[in-house]
């Protein structure tokens, strides 16, 4: 078995968003001690990016040259604070305003200023120009999948995972004032919110269209005066737009949890009070059982494992993310 190559990401094991960094420690033992993992950190080096504005772009990475060294220690990080409360920070955030990214941004921090994005690829390159200090992203929802897209954008991009937000939503059926449930023909949303109120919107009867944001549907509907069209959207969504709440929680399951990433352009040094969550990206040697020989690594050092995700390299090298804040990979 052949290491190609780790990309180490961390931060606190919590329900809440807690600035950590780029971690080499916080696991813990079964009798609850505390455990180390130490990963070398290094710099990676490559031609400068063309800062770029605008819509997000799909044009050729050019790999960065690998200068890590897999046997020093960690390099020391420079520890930054952010407000609690979240003021005066700037998070970015893909959706219109009224969006559940939106409501988790501001569950994590409260009194922060909301940027929003078209895309998510866009919400990344509004931290690393300086437009925002956060980026909020969704990563995986507990009666869905994980979001692979964004997964792809982690590696392409220079940004660290400094937060966790677990973040449950409320599908808020919604129309223009005076519009009952009965008179609506379709409802627009999201396609995940419409496939998590399933229940509900097949006995209204009601055809359904995938909008690519919920707050967006909302929009649409309250500027185009459509009375016949319905939305699944937030409550704030209703608020925002001047729509009504024609009924609440409709989603098929109560308990729909999302879980969203907090993303920062610097790392922080986590302390040791507390255990912290590690995300590690690698790749293996083709051969029989390489997959369960580096798991073993962490099973013979009674290392829990909350997650384990295998995908295809589409024939390419791991895309390494580099150190130069560029975005290329």
Not at 175 to 187: F, H, N, Q, T, Y
Not at 234 to 261: H, K, M, V
Request: charged share 25%; aromatic share 6%.
């Amino acid at each position: 078995m052949a290491l190609k190559c780790v990309a180490v990401m961390g931060w606190p094991d919590s329900g809440r968003s807690i600035a950590s960094g780029v971690v080499f420690h916080g696991v813990r033992n079964s009798n609850g001690e505390p455990r180390k993992i130490f990963v070398s950190l290094g710099r990676f080096s490559g031609p400068a990016d063309n800062q770029k504005t605008g819509k997000s772009s799909t044009g050729n990475d050019v790999p960065g040259k690998l200068c890590r060294n897999l046997v020093s220690l960690p390099k020391p990080l420079t520890i930054s604070v952010t407000p609690n409360d979240g003021t005066k920070v700037r998070i970015s955030f893909k959706g219109s305003p009224g969006s559940f990214t939106e409501d988790a941004a501001l569950k994590a921090y409260p009194n922060c200023e909301t940027i929003p994005c078209d895309e998510f690829e866009e919400a990344f390159k509004a931290v690393e120009s300086w437009l925002a200090e956060k980026a909020i992203l969704p990563i995986e929802n507990s009666s869905g999948e994980s979001i692979h897209h964004n997964y792809d954008l982690l590696l392409r991009h220079r940004l660290h995972i400094v937060g966790e937000v677990q973040f449950v939503a409320n599908f808020c059926p919604l129309a223009l004032p005076g519009i009952r449930e009965e008179k609506l023909k379709c409802v627009l949303s999201h396609p995940q919110a419409l496939a998590s109120s399933d229940i509900v919107l097949t006995q209204l009867g009601v055809a359904r269209e995938n909008i690519d944001d919920t707050a967006g549907a909302a929009q649409y509907v309250a500027s185009n005066g459509l009375r016949d069209a319905g939305v699944v959207a937030s409550a704030r969504a209703a608020e925002i737009y001047g729509l009504n709440i024609l009924a609440d929680r409709i989603q098929d399951d109560p308990d729909n949890i999302t879980r969203f990433l907090v993303l920062a352009r610097d790392p922080i040094m986590p302390r040791t009070d507390k255990p912290f969550k590690t995300s590690i990206v690698f790749t293996l040697d083709e051969g029989p059982g390489v997959l369960t020989k580096a798991l073993a690594v962490f099973a013979l050092r009674e290392i829990n494992l909350t997650k384990i995700e295998s995908r295809p390299q589409k024939m390419r090298a791991l895309r390494v993310v580099d150190d130069s804040n560029t975005g290329r990979a």
